[in-house]
């Protein structure tokens, strides 16, 4: 059984680029869900993906944006990065057997994302 | 609005012996998960145990248990028999059972160090 990876580990961006930070969900789990840590904080719920649609989202900006493809991969993508969006990026997988039933995250080593 | 709480910032532990990490929570709900993550350097999230709130049996994972108050919204872990190896940042999670599309609301974590 593969666990969740996530690519790249290490990202430099400057400050208004976009990043793509990508994740590949442990095999059998259809639904990711995406946090943003902050040093020294706890993670921060950004957004879930459900069979390829959007159905949960925290308070994050527009320019926090994502895709779940058929395979049950995932993408987010930042818009227009700022200083505050450095931080650690941590997808977690998870079988529904409804939309809102998700047991047994799995989570990623995360992307460190810095924006200078 | 749930809220997770985790007063502790930082722990110690000698080997061997037993330590407990508090955390709060308030929410409205009556059904809900609660979750203790570790984080080791390595940064991926760990789970250590989960207690379903209709559950009034605390859980047990072997060194690791619960002591669940769902009156007084508090869920502390206590560890037994400390090991090296439990040295990392402790994160109590929430998720609502019904809500859909709902992730994982986590605290802020409590950094265990463990010596020998």
């Known amino acids: 059984e593969t666990g969740v990876t996530q690519s790249p580990t290490h990202l430099i961006k400057t400050r208004g680029q976009q990043v793509t930070l990508r994740c590949s969900s442990q095999?059998?789990?259809?639904?990711v869900s995406w946090y943003q840590q902050a040093l020294g904080q706890g993670p921060q719920f950004i957004f879930q993906y459900y069979r390829e649609e959007e159905n949960g989202r925290g308070n994050f900006p527009p320019r926090f944006s994502g895709l779940q493809f058929p395979n049950y991969s995932s993408e987010l993508n930042v818009n227009a990065l700022e200083l505050d969006d450095s931080a650690l990026y941590l997808c977690a997988s998870s079988l529904a057997l409804q939309a809102r039933t998700a047991y047994g995250y799995t989570f990623g080593s995360g992307t460190r994302l810095t924006v200078v | 609005a749930q809220t997770v709480t985790q007063s502790q910032p930082e722990m110690s532990v000698q080997e061997a012996e037993t330590v407990t990490l508090s955390c709060t929570y308030d929410?409205?709900?009556?059904?809900?998960?609660l979750f203790w993550y570790k984080q080791p350097p390595s940064r991926q999230m760990i789970l250590v145990i989960r207690?379903?709130?209709?559950?009034?049996q605390n859980a047990t994972e072997n060194r690791f248990s619960v002591n669940f108050q769902k009156a007084a919204k508090s869920f502390s872990l206590k560890i037994s028999d400390s090991q090296l190896g439990d040295a990392a940042m402790y994160f109590c999670?929430?998720?609502?059972?019904?809500?859909?599309?709902?992730?994982?609301?986590f605290g802020k974590g409590t950094t265990l160090s463990v010596s020998s």
């Open positions: 999670a929430y998720r609502s059972f019904h809500q859909a599309g709902t992730a994982l609301i």
């Open positions: 095999s059998g789990h259809n639904t």
């Open positions: 929410t409205s709900e009556s059904d809900y998960y």
């Open positions: 207690q379903e709130a209709y559950k009034q």
